[in-house]
């Protein structure tokens, strides 16, 4: 028996033995038990695509979190960062890490009434006269289904917009502290993040729903960039080299009817599109219990991921965080982080941040980027609140 199968069969017996324990105390166990092993050689790799690189999902990320960079001397940062006193060789390796959430998330529920997503997304912006940074923040259900009987939904909120930290809490008071923002339509922003559409307002909105219909009829999702069906959704392979083989036939059709920039190198830009694809399938599609570990094992064979260690994600949860950079535009490089909960296999946050950084009128520069934390994916048979206000 090779390695991989050792340690896939160990981590199963851990799992069941940790069922109907708390996710963060399943997860230290787990991860203890990991640390332990025998460090699993990589295994011969499925057929590659290119070296990794991010640009198809920085195009369809539906909501951009800002995060400030601080001065040398500042000890405040918005983007959340590792947490664990854990020495790097005694960490588990992206490779463990990602195996053992693929052992979990086959146990998940396999159906229901309803495949239900809820993200928080936290953004921040340079404030009209660029002397703060401000922090945004909202809420994003989807209550997909496929009964004839029931409707399909997605439920909105404004959660409200404040200072991001003490240092531009100082510079909003010292300018009145206002409490709603209106951007004039010619600032400068230098393409790092977009002129809101109306004002900014301080206080939280009300939650809107809208009735998904039109083309979203019958659809489960979208995958590379297409809305799918249920009965696509369903035929997603649950086996790791047929699921790779699947996804890359995708993203050939998808390629070819691409409008590519001068320059684009399309074997990077294939990689990153399949790393994407399997975020996105573990992390909002529908897609079977085995679809949904046979993309972390994909992700557990592609090269450029790294272990990070413990992470604190932006709603406060503990999980294990794996690293990888990307050059997303010639020039501009971006620093993600994948924040995974190994004892349930539940991604819990991504957290995007370029390099590169824009400089407030004090001569303070910030970091940008973006995060979306998942604070439900699954299955279910509740049914949706459904507020009064309706889109």
């Given at each position: 028996m090779n390695h991989d199968q050792i340690f896939k069969d160990r981590a199963r017996v851990l799992d069941e033995d940790l069922a109907g324990r708390a996710s963060t105390a399943g997860a230290d166990a787990l991860l203890a038990e990991i640390v332990r092993l025998e460090r699993v050689?990589?295994?011969?790799?499925?057929?590659?695509?290119?070296?990794?690189?991010?640009?198809?999902?920085?195009?369809?990320?539906?909501?951009?979190?800002?995060?400030?960079?601080?001065?040398?001397?500042?000890?405040?940062s918005g983007v959340p960062q590792p947490t664990t006193s854990v020495s790097a060789a005694a960490r588990p390796t992206a490779r463990q890490i990602l195996l053992a959430a693929a052992v979990s998330v086959e146990k998940a529920r396999a159906d229901g009434d309803y495949w239900r997503t809820v993200t928080v997304s936290r953004s921040t912006k340079i404030d009209p006269t660029r002397s703060y940074v401000l922090e945004t923040s909202g809420s994003f259900e989807m209550w997909m289904t496929q009964r004839p009987d029931?409707?399909?939904?997605?439920?909105?909120?404004?959660?409200?917009?404040?200072?991001?930290?003490?240092?531009?809490?100082?510079?909003?008071?010292?300018?009145?502290?206002?409490?709603?923002?209106?951007?004039?339509?010619?600032?400068?922003?230098?393409?790092?993040?977009s002129i809101p559409f109306g004002p900014l307002e301080a206080a939280a909105g009300e939650r809107v729903v809208e009735r998904l219909h039109g083309k979203w009829e019958g659809k489960a999702g979208d995958l590379t960039g297409e809305?799918?069906?249920?009965?696509?959704?369903?035929?997603?392979?649950?086996?790791?080299?047929?699921?790779?083989?699947?996804?890359?036939?995708?993203?050939?059709?998808?390629?070819?009817?691409?409008?590519?920039?001068?320059?684009?190198?399309?074997?990077?830009?294939?990689?990153?599109?399949?790393?994407?694809?399997?975020?996105?399938?573990?992390?909002?599609l529908p897609a079977s219990p085995e679809a949904r570990?046979?993309?972390?094992?994909?992700?557990?064979?592609?090269?450029?991921?790294?272990?990070?260690?413990?992470?604190?994600?932006?709603?406060?949860?503990?999980?294990?965080?794996?690293?990888?950079r990307i050059e997303a535009e010639p020039g501009l490089f971006t620093e993600i982080r994948f924040v995974v909960d190994p004892g349930t296999g539940l991604p819990l946050a991504e957290v995007w941040t370029w390099t590169n950084t824009i400089e407030?009128?004090?001569?303070?520069?910030?970091?940008?980027?973006?995060?979306?934390?998942?604070?439900?994916?699954?299955?279910?048979?509740?049914?949706?609140?459904?507020?009064?206000?309706?889109?």
């Open positions: 050689p990589a295994r011969r790799p499925l057929p590659s695509a290119g070296r990794a690189l991010l640009g198809l999902a920085a195009a369809t990320a539906a909501v951009a979190v800002i995060t400030p960079a601080m001065l040398p001397g500042d000890t405040t029931l409707e399909s939904w997605r439920i909105r909120q404004d959660l409200g917009v404040k200072p991001a930290t003490p240092q531009d809490e100082a510079a909003w008071r010292a300018a009145g502290a206002p409490t709603r923002w209106r951007y004039p339509k010619d600032m400068e922003t230098k393409g790092m993040f809305l799918i069906t249920w009965k696509e959704v369903r035929a997603i392979p649950g086996e790791p080299d047929k699921l790779r083989s699947y996804l890359e036939e995708r993203i050939t059709r998808h390629l070819l009817t691409a409008d590519l920039g001068p320059g684009t190198d399309v074997e990077q830009l294939r990689a990153q599109i399949l790393r994407q694809d399997c975020v996105d399938i573990i992390s909002r570990a046979s993309a972390y094992r994909i992700l557990a064979s592609l090269p450029g991921i790294r272990a990070e260690g413990e992470m604190t994600d932006p709603l406060g949860r503990r999980g294990q965080a794996l690293s990888y407030l009128a004090n001569g303070r520069r910030m970091e940008i980027g973006h995060s979306t934390s998942f604070q439900a994916i699954g299955w279910t048979d509740e049914r949706p609140e459904l507020p009064a206000s309706r889109s």
